[in-house]
């Protein structure tokens, strides 16, 4: 069972800020508690499969020019920077 | 001038000079503002589409070079990018992001001179499956403007379906493409993961989503798998189709395929009527030819779950880049610590983003991986063994697209859980990377229902076979819009 004050906390973590916070927290336990099903699911010696993709098949770690200056498109552009809150 | 024409048929017409893509286009574009104020599928709509299509008839007068499509009007979901418009993800986060660059289908499409007449809606950031969650207003079912045209794709599938353009792009990361295609009866294709490029889609659960296209007929799908599948260098997960023409040989039928019915997705909790057409459809299959023999997979009891702890998971990932500070909406830095200035600014997520983004965090965090994400990845893994062994046996599996009718405005949005579950006949073919198409099938009280076939890996070609003769075996009404 996952407790209000664990959802509270990723919340934090995951710098989410809400204003109906009773009701974000009400669904999200909703949902979480849904995930419980997993439990029956009797795959616990189950191997977890990946896809493996060799370096070969990746395309060349070169620079490709764009034509476009991107920082213009950015939000807060500042000249050649972007200009971003304070850190405490 | 008819628009309720096939792409085919559309390409041929303007190929043999009997219609013109210009007045094709400036049709459509006639049609989306006389019938879009009802059913708000567009976000946007291409004012320079007309030019465009002007420039295409100068070519095809003057015998130069042109594309497959001869200017046919084809629509985008929001969260595919076309260099410098507007892709906004039905989202206020990006209100105003306007698209360096093209994805690459959309560089494929241009290549073949489409025509896109604008940008259509979806549940924000691709994130629900009724269009409800559009922080733009939702999409309505042409069928029924009070009910919901299904998502995440809503708006592509109602733009096919209302004849506002001839097909769509949309992607389908847990059904997006296949549920709105079948309660708004129209063809919805999830490729094999990595047959289309996703390189210029905005990504919410890389692992598992995919491009797909929607239109008006099987055939139509074939014709756009031919031009926007392949690989692609800026996406290495495409794989290599060897330039299949998924058009040809379509017409082969099904006689002599063993179809199996996954009796978990037949199950308590599907409608009557949508159990019936069901049944209607394995009998026809079976009437060209084809073997039907029920099989179980177990897992996909727990397909649901895992799919959503999976894709929380990475969206949770994705979305951390919604920062506000290198792109985003108005919101002024000064006077702002870092951490509070981006929880602040979050807040123009919609609420669904934003309980997803909770549980992204949630799922994968130390103490609960093991009991949720590991478990759910485990499960993944699971159902697509069971599914491969299941492809050893049969050449296609069938299901009900979505095991309910088209439901009211409203009606589930405050049940995430009764959401979740209009789901669980779709995200199998997205966790296993297997294809899966809605064919429509019937109309029942007024509201559509399609049905799911789906085939092993890399066997789309035949599993679009068999969706065209499924298809060949109906007759549906015209939507009454």
């Keep these: 069972m996952v407790t209000e004050e664990e959802i509270e906390r990723v919340s934090k973590l995951m710098k989410i800020d809400v204003d109906d916070h009773k009701e974000y927290v009400d669904k999200v336990h909703t949902m979480i508690d849904y995930f419980d099903i997993l439990d029956s699911a009797g795959v616990e010696s189950e191997e977890i499969s990946m896809q493996e993709i060799p370096i070969s098949n990746l395309r060349e770690d070169k620079y490709i020019p764009f034509d476009e200056k991107l920082i213009k498109k950015l939000n807060n552009y500042k000249g050649t920077y972007v200009r971003a809150p304070k850190m405490s | 001038m008819n628009l309720k024409i096939s792409a085919l048929e559309f390409v041929q017409e303007v190929k043999n000079g009997n219609i013109s893509a210009e007045d094709f286009v400036a049709k459509t574009l006639e049609r989306i503002q006389s019938v879009d104020d009802k059913l708000h599928a567009f976000l946007h709509v291409n004012e320079k589409a007309v030019d465009q299509a002007h420039e295409i008839d100068k070519k095809v007068k003057s015998g130069d070079r042109v594309g497959a499509c001869f200017g046919m009007p084809i629509s985008i979901k929001d969260n595919i990018c076309i260099k410098d418009s507007k892709t906004t993800c039905a989202s206020k986060m990006l209100e105003n992001f306007v698209a360096p660059y093209d994805a690459t289908v959309i560089t494929k499409l241009k290549e073949q001179d489409a025509v896109f007449v604008g940008k259509v809606n979806l549940d924000e950031f691709a994130m629900g499956l009724t269009t409800e969650f559009s922080a733009f207003g939702p999409s309505k079912n042409p069928w029924n403007t009070e009910y919901v045209p299904g998502g995440s794709s809503g708006g592509s599938a109602v733009s096919v379906s209302a004849f506002e353009c001839i097909a769509s792009l949309g992607s389908d990361t847990g059904g997006s493409v296949r549920n709105p295609a079948s309660f708004c009866s129209t063809v919805g294709y999830k ?155 979050r807040r123009n997520f919609g609420p669904e983003v934003t309980r997803r983004m909770i549980i992204g965090g949630f799922v994968p965090s130390t103490g609960h991986a093991g009991k949720y994400f590991l478990k759910a990845l485990k499960v993944k893994s699971k159902l697509t063994r069971d599914i491969n062994e299941a492809f050893k046996k049969f050449d296609l599996l069938i299901a009900p697209t979505v095991p309910i009718l088209p439901f009211k405005m409203g009606e589930k949005i405050d049940d995430p859980i009764a959401l979740f579950l209009v789901d669980i006949n779709t995200v199998t073919a997205n966790l296993t990377g297997k294809p899966a198409i809605s064919v429509p099938f019937t109309i029942s009280n007024g509201l559509p229902i399609g049905i799911q076939l789906l085939a092993d890996s890399m066997q789309d070609k035949s599993l679009l076979q068999a969706a065209h003769a499924l298809e060949q075996t109906v007759s549906l009404p015209e939507v009454p819009i």
Aim: with cysteine.
């Design chain 2, 191 to 345: 490729p094999t993961y990595g047959l289309i490029s996703r390189y210029g889609l905005i990504s919410y659960a890389n692992s598992i989503e995919q491009i797909g296209p929607l239109t008006r007929t099987v055939k139509d799908t074939a014709f756009m798998l031919n031009i926007i599948s392949g690989l692609d260098s800026n996406d290495n997960t495409t794989v290599d189709n060897k330039n299949e023409d998924y058009l040809s040989e379509i017409d082969s039928g099904v006689e002599g395929k063993k179809i199996g019915i996954i009796t978990e997705m037949i199950e308590e909790g599907t409608d009557p009527a949508v159990l019936s057409a069901t049944k209607d459809a394995i009998s026809k299959l079976e009437n060209l030819g084809a073997t039907c023999e029920e099989i179980s997979l177990d897992m996909v009891k727990y397909s649901v779950a895992a799919y959503y702890t999976i894709t929380a998971t990475e969206a949770g990932s994705n979305l951390a880049r919604y920062d506000n500070i290198r792109y985003g909406y108005d919101f002024p830095v000064e006077g702002y610590e870092f951490n509070s200035y981006i929880a602040k600014a």
